[in-house]
């Protein structure tokens, strides 16, 4: 699901939702990573001298320094045409190793999504130290399982508000 608003009951119950999409995307990650192996040592005898293969390899390598090679990558060839068709709003690829650069890609957002997944479970641990409790429903929206807004809505008729209030105030004006 690309966007959704979920209801959790506790800040331990989104950290925990959290750590699973991480797991998820460590584990497609690892295998599309085996699987750019897999196809990169079967291309070796027949294209290893290829420079689109020394560049894939070096990539997988060092990804790194391969995001700003990655992204030029598949535009143009030395012969000045397209490896990549545009048709209506998806790419068509017929070279052989069309296969390696959408399994690099993926291999690449997935990373970047690990670290925004990360970046954001830290920002919760962060809420937990500001004292938010269990008394409260997190209605948060979400985009590709990111967490990018919250809403706190108290539980039971339960006030929530002077404490979180407070807590701000005084984190603010100790920062100025």
Known sequence: MVTEIRYFHSLKELSENLEE??????????????????????????????DW???????????????????????????GKSDWIQFKDIMISKEEYGEAQILFDAI???????TQLEKVKGNIEDLKRLGLGENIVYITYLREGIPEKIVLNKKNGEEFGKKFEFLATISLSTAS
């Open 108 to 114: 690449e957002y997935l990373k970047d999504r690990i």
């Open 53 to 79: 293969f020394k560049e894939l390899s070096g990539l997988q390598k060092t990804s790194k320094e391969g995001k700003s090679k990655a992204k030029n990558k598949g535009k143009k060839n030395k012969g």
């Open 21 to 50: 999409e991480i797991s998820f995307c460590k584990t497609a990650g690892e295998e599309y990573g085996q699987r750019l192996g897999s196809l990169l040592r079967e291309k070796e005898t027949t294209h290893g001298d290829e």
